[in-house]
C-alpha cells in the first residue's frame, strides 16, 4: 500500500476531543434525528499497552471503537491512528491495516466458508501474494491455536473458537492494534476465558496493542488501564485498582464490580481495615491474614466463641434444613418427568442422544436455576416442557395429566408453561409494543379488550408505562426490548415461566433489572420460574434449587450449596463454583473457619464477619 | 425435507475427481449435457453411462447418494414422461381408452427419461465433489472474459460465496423464531391458505430484521478487514491447472468426438416396433 501523510508519533492512538453526531435525514435531506454518541472525547494510547473499555449498552463505547478503524468519521475534533489521520479518504486502508477490528456476533463477522479462507480474507483484501498469504494465516492460525481445525467449517465451531478464527483473521493483517467490540457478549464462560486468554497471549508475545469494550467487570482486572464511559464521555480513567476502588460511582454508571472487589467492599462497609480495590483473591487473602495477624491473639477469644460457634453452626444446618424442606414440602406437583429419552434425527447419520433418562419434579412456586455448558441438552429439555419437543420415550406430566396422551390440548400447554428464548427481543414482530405483547393473550383467543387488559397488565410488571405502548419495539434499548418480549410470555398468564439466558448480552445493571424482575415475579405472582444460566453468581444469587446438566443427564439437582460443594467435578463439565465460593475455600485451606459452602456475596461477608468474631 | 435434496450438497472426499479443477469439472458437466441433449442415440447413451460409470467409481461417492437426488424431480419426470407418452403423434402401437402410445412417444418418453436423469445425476456429482467455495472460484475464474462486457463476475461470486455460508445460519434462525412465536401460541400449521399465510408474519418479519441485521454486520466485518471490491485482490488459493486437468481436457474433447460419431454413423434403433 502507499505510503500517505502519515505522522510520527509516540502514540498510537491520539484523538482529541472526538465527538460524534448520529443524524437521520428525512426524505428532504433534513435532519429529523440526531444523538451525540461521542461528546468531546480525549484518548491516547501508547504502543503494546492493553486498554480496556467499560461503558453500560449506548454509553458509546461501540461507537468509539468504530471510529479507530475509521468505520466511523469523527464529526468534531481529530483522530491519528498509528500517524494517520483517520479523517483523511487516502488513509482508509492503511488505517483498517493498522486497527483491526473485531466484532460481537461470532457469526456475523465470519465470510468464508473455510476457517483457514476466512483468516485468509484480509490478506487477500491487502493485494498480499499468495505464498505470504499462506504463512501469514499459519502464523494467525497457531497463535490462536486454532491451526488444527484449519479446515473445519466455521458452522461447526463453538463461539470461542469462531471468535479466535475471528481474531486470527485480524492478525493475519498485521496489525498494530486490536480493538475488540464486546467480543464475549454472545459466548458462554469456557468461550469467554478462551478469548480473553488469547488476546493477553497475543498482547504479550507479540506486542500488539489491545483495546477490549466489554461489560464483564472480571475480563478487565489486568489491564493496564481501564476507561469508563458514560454517555458518549470518558467519565473515569486509570488502572484498574484505581478505578474498582470506586464501587458507587461504578453503579451509578450502570457497572459493576469484579465479585472479589465487591466481597472486599462489603467487608469494609462493615467496618473491617481493607484497602480499596482488591482485584485477587489473593490479594484478600493476604489483607485478611493481616488484619486478623492478631489471629494468634484471638486465639484464646475463639476458644470462648467456640461454644457459641456450635451454636451457629446448628441454627445453620437448621436454617439450611428449612431452606430445603420449603422447596419440596408444602407445594403441590406441578411437573414431573420420568425417564425422558429424546434423540436428535433418529435413524439417520446425524442421530443423537440430546436427552438421556431425564427425571425430575418441579413443584408449583419453585425457583429452579439450570446449568450446564452448551450443547449439554438444557435448551432441549426445556422445550420439552411446553411440549415444542416431543420425546423419543418416557413421559411428562403437567398438573398430573400426560402430556403425551391422545387427545392432550398441547397447544393450552404453551399458554401455561411461558418460555422465553434466548435473545428474545429478535421474535418482536409487530408495529407497536402493545400489538407484540398482545399476540399471545390473542392466540389464546383472548377477545381484543381481555387482551389489552392483559399486555397492559404484563408491560406494567415488567417496568414498561404507558409511554411505550404506541412506540415501535425496534426503537427500544437493548434492555428494553428484552423486557417487552417477557411481557409478551408473562401476558398469557402462564403458570411456569422459563427463561433461556434471559441476561445474555446485557450491561451489569440490565442483568440485575431482568433478574429482580424474575424475583418479584416470583414472590408477587408465585409463578414457577425456571432460569437457564451461564452465570454461577446469578443462579447463586437467586436461586433456591439447582439443576445441573452434562452430555444430556442430570448431573447434580439440589440447593445451591450443596451443588456448589462438587467444585471438581462441575470444573470438570465445563462449569465452575460461584467466585466468592472459591474465596471461602481458600481461606478454609488458609485454616479459617469458615463454611465453604457460601455461595452468595451476603453469606460469604457474614461468614468471615463471624470468623473474625465481629 | 431440505435434509433430502442433495444437489449442491457437498460430500466430503479426497478422490481424483475432488481433486480436480472446479473450472474441468464445470466445462466436463456443460460437455456432457451439451452432448447429451445434442448428439442423443442409443449408441451414445451407451458411452455416457460407460463414462458416468467411470466418474462415479472414480469419485468414491456411494451410488445411492447420488440417486437420492433424483428423488426431489422424480415427481416432474413422471409428468414429463407422461406428456410425451401420450401426445406426441405418430404410429399407434396400442390403445387405452381415449389414451394412445405411439412408437415415437414411446422412444421420446425413454430420450427423455435418459436425459433428465443424467443431466441430474452428472450435474450431482460435480456439486457433491466440489466445495460451493471452489465452484464459485471456478464460476469467477472462468467467466472472467464476461468484466469486460461490464458484468460484475468478482461481486456476483462473492455473493454466492456469503449467501452460501448463511444459508445454513438462516435456516436455523427460522427453526428458532418459529419455535418462539408457536411458544407464544402461534399455529403455523392450520387453517386455509389465507389464513397460513397470515401465520407467517410474526415468522418473517423477524426472520428479514434478523438478515438485514446480520448483513449490516458483515458489511461492517468486511470493511473493517479491508474489503473494497475485486480490483487489487490476490487469491489465497488461486485456481491452477495440474497435470490431471489438462488430461481432463483431452478426455472431455474425446468424449465429444466418440460422442459424435456415435450419433452420426452408428444406427442402433430402440426395439420398438413400428418404428421408422
Redesign the interface.
Known amino acids: 500500500m502507499k505510503k500517505t501523510a502519515q505522522k510520527t508519533m509516540k502514540n498510537i492512538i491520539e484523538g482529541h476531543g472526538l465527538s460524534f453526531l448520529y443524524q437521520h435525514f428525512d426524505e428532504d435531506g433534513k435532519v429529523d434525528f440526531a444523538q451525540t454518541a461521542l461528546d468531546g472525547v480525549d484518548l491516547e494510547v501508547e504502543p503494546g499497552q492493553f486498554i480496556a473499555i467499560l461503558g453500560h449498552n449506548g454509553s458509546g463505547k461501540s461507537t468509539l471503537a468504530?471510529q479507530l478503524?475509521a468505520?466511523l468519521l469523527p464529526s468534531e475534533g481529530t483522530l491519528y491512528v498509528d500517524g494517520y489521520d483517520t479523517r483523511d479518504e487516502s488513509n482508509l486502508?492503511n488505517i483498517?491495516?493498522s486497527a483491526?477490528?473485531v466484532?460481537q456476533?461470532p457469526?456475523?463477522?465470519?465470510?468464508?466458508?473455510?476457517v483457514?479462507?476466512d483468516v485468509?480474507?484480509?490478506?487477500?483484501?491487502?493485494?498480499?501474494?499468495?505464498e505470504d498469504?499462506?504463512v501469514r494465516?499459519e502464523k494467525a492460525l497457531r497463535s490462536v491455536g486454532m491451526w488444527k481445525m484449519r479446515s473445519s467449517s466455521?458452522?461447526r465451531l463453538s463461539g470461542g473458537q469462531k471468535q479466535r478464527v475471528a481474531i486470527a483473521?485480524?492478525i493475519a493483517?498485521k496489525p498494530k492494534c486490536i480493538v475488540l467490540d464486546e467480543p464475549t457478549a454472545m459466548l458462554d464462560p469456557g468461550g469467554r476465558a478462551e478469548v480473553i486468554r488469547t488476546v493477553h497471549e497475543l498482547n504479550r508475545t507479540e506486542g500488539v496493542t489491545v483495546i477490549l469494550i466489554t461489560h464483564y467487570m472480571e475480563e478487565v482486572v489486568d489491564a493496564d488501564r481501564v476507561i469508563v464511559m458514560d454517555q458518549g464521555k470518558v467519565v473515569l480513567t486509570g488502572t484498574p485498582k484505581e478505578i474498582f476502588s470506586q464501587v458507587e460511582l461504578l453503579r451509578k454508571h450502570r457497572l459493576d464490580v469484579p465479585q472479589v472487589t465487591l466481597l472486599a467492599y462489603e467487608l469494609k462497609q462493615k467496618g473491617l481495615d481493607l484497602p480499596d480495590g482488591i482485584l485477587s483473591p489473593e490479594e484478600l487473602l493476604q489483607n485478611l491474614d493481616t488484619l486478623c495477624g492478631q489471629r494468634k491473639q484471638c486465639d484464646t477469644e475463639t476458644a470462648l466463641q467456640d461454644t457459641a460457634q456450635a451454636a451457629d453452626e446448628t441454627a445453620r444446618v437448621v436454617h439450611k434444613e428449612l431452606r430445603k424442606s420449603h422447596t419440596d414440602e408444602g407445594r403441590t406437583e406441578q411437573i414431573r418427568i420420568e425417564h425422558l429419552n429424546y434423540i436428535y434425527d433418529p435413524g439417520?447419520a446425524y442421530e443423537r442422544t440430546a436427552l438421556d433418562d431425564i427425571s425430575l419434579t418441579i413443584h408449583n412456586g419453585e425457583f429452579i436455576g439450570i446449568i450446564g455448558h452448551t450443547g449439554s441438552g438444557k435448551s432441549t429439555l426445556i422445550?420439552h416442557l411446553?411440549g415444542?419437543n416431543r420425546a423419543s420415550s418416557g413421559r411428562l406430566l403437567f398438573s398430573g395429566e400426560d402430556i403425551y396422551s391422545e387427545g392432550y390440548p398441547m397447544?393450552a400447554l404453551?399458554?401455561k408453561v411461558?418460555?422465553v428464548?434466548q435473545y428474545?427481543e429478535?421474535?418482536?414482530?409487530e408495529s407497536d409494543v402493545l400489538k407484540d405483547v398482545c399476540?399471545?393473550p390473542k392466540?389464546?383467543g383472548l377477545s381484543e379488550e381481555e387482551a389489552l387488559a392483559r399486555a397492559r397488565e404484563a408491560m406494567r410488571s415488567v417496568g414498561l408505562d404507558e409511554s411505550f405502548e404506541k412506540k415501535s419495539p425496534?426503537d427500544l434499548s437493548g434492555g428494553q426490548k428484552r423486557r417487552a418480549a417477557i411481557a409478551?410470555?408473562l401476558a398469557?398468564d402462564p403458570e411456569v415461566l422459563v427463561l433461556d439466558e434471559p441476561t445474555a448480552g446485557l450491561d451489569p445493571k440490565g442483568r440485575d433489572e431482568i433478574l429482580d424482575l424474575l424475583k418479584s415475579l416470583h414472590e408477587e405472582r408465585n409463578i414457577t420460574i425456571i432460569l437457564v444460566s451461564h452465570s454461577m453468581e446469578d443462579v447463586a444469587n437467586y436461586v433456591s434449587r439447582i439443576i445441573v446438566m452434562d452430555e444430556g443427564r442430570i448431573l447434580y439437582d439440589d440447593v445451591p450449596e450443596k451443588v456448589f460443594i462438587h467444585v471438581k467435578e462441575l470444573e470438570s463439565v465445563g462449569l465452575a463454583a460461584p467466585r466468592v465460593t472459591y474465596i471461602m475455600d481458600a481461606l478454609r485451606r488458609d485454616s479459617w473457619d469458615v463454611d465453604a459452602s457460601v455461595t452468595t456475596i451476603a453469606q460469604a461477608r457474614d461468614e468471615i464477619l463471624r470468623a473474625l468474631g465481629r | 425435507m431440505l435434509?433430502d435434496i442433495t444437489i449442491g450438497q457437498y460430500y466430503p472426499g479426497n478422490s481424483i475427481i475432488h481433486k480436480l479443477d472446479p473450472r474441468v469439472k464445470l466445462m466436463g458437466t456443460l460437455v456432457f449435457i451439451v452432448t447429451l441433449f445434442a448428439f442423443g442415440s442409443v449408441g451414445s447413451y451407451i458411452c455416457a453411462t460407460i463414462a458416468l460409470a467411470i466418474v462415479i467409481t472414480l469419485s468414491r461417492v456411494p451410488l445411492s447418494f447420488i440417486l437420492r437426488g433424483l428423488k426431489a424431480i422424480f415427481v416432474l419426470m413422471v409428468i414429463t414422461a407422461l406428456f410425451n407418452l401420450f401426445l406426441t403423434p405418430g404410429t399407434v402401437i396400442c390403445r387405452f381408452w381415449v389414451l394412445k402410445i405411439t412408437a415415437e412417444g414411446l422412444r421420446m418418453t425413454i430420450h427423455m427419461a435418459f436425459r433428465l436423469t443424467y443431466l441430474i445425476v452428472g450435474s450431482s456429482i460435480m456439486t457433491l465433489t466440489t466445495?460451493?467455495?471452489q465452484l464459485t472460484d471456478g464460476l469467477e475464474t472462468g467467466l472472467r472474459a464476461f468484466n469486460k462486457i461490464h458484468v460484475p463476475v468478482h461481486e456476483v461470486a462473492m455473493m454466492m460465496?456469503?449467501a452460501?455460508?448463511f444459508i445454513?445460519?438462516l435456516m436455523d434462525e427460522t427453526d428458532?423464531?418459529m419455535?418462539?412465536?408457536?411458544?407464544?401460541?402461534?399455529?403455523f400449521a392450520s387453517g386455509g391458505i389465507i389464513k397460513k399465510a397470515k401465520a407467517l408474519?410474526?415468522m418473517l418479519?423477524?426472520l428479514f430484521?434478523?438478515a438485514f441485521?446480520?448483513a449490516n454486520?458483515?458489511a461492517?466485518?468486511?470493511?473493517?478487514?479491508?474489503?473494497?471490491g475485486g480490483a487489487?485482490?490476490?487469491?489465497?488459493?488461486?485456481l491452477i491447472y495440474h497435470r490431471r486437468d489438462y488430461v481432463s481436457y483431452v478426455i472431455m474433447i474425446v468424449y465429444v468426438a466418440v460422442m459424435f460419431v456415435l450419433w452420426r454413423y452408428v444406427k442402433l434403433q430402440l426395439p420398438i416396433p413400428g418404428l421408422k
Do not use: C
Request: glycine share 10%; aromatic share 10%.
Open positions: 468504530r478503524n468505520l486502508w483498517r491495516q483491526g477490528m466484532f456476533n457469526d456475523n463477522q465470519i465470510i468464508a466458508s473455510v483457514e479462507e485468509g480474507f484480509g490478506p487477500e483484501n491487502m493485494g498480499i501474494p499468495t498469504i499462506w494465516v466455521p458452522n483473521g485480524v493483517m439417520t422445550q411446553n415444542l397447544r404453551r399458554f411461558g418460555l428464548f428474545p429478535h421474535q418482536l414482530f399476540f399471545g392466540n389464546q425496534f409478551g410470555i398469557m | 435434509k466445495t460451493p467455495n460465496s456469503i452460501l455460508r445454513p445460519i428458532k423464531i419455535r418462539a412465536q408457536e411458544a407464544r401460541g402461534a399455529d408474519v410474526p418479519v423477524p430484521v434478523s441485521r446480520r454486520d458483515l461492517l466485518a468486511m470493511e473493517a478487514r479491508g474489503y473494497h487489487g485482490r490476490t487469491k489465497m488459493k488461486p
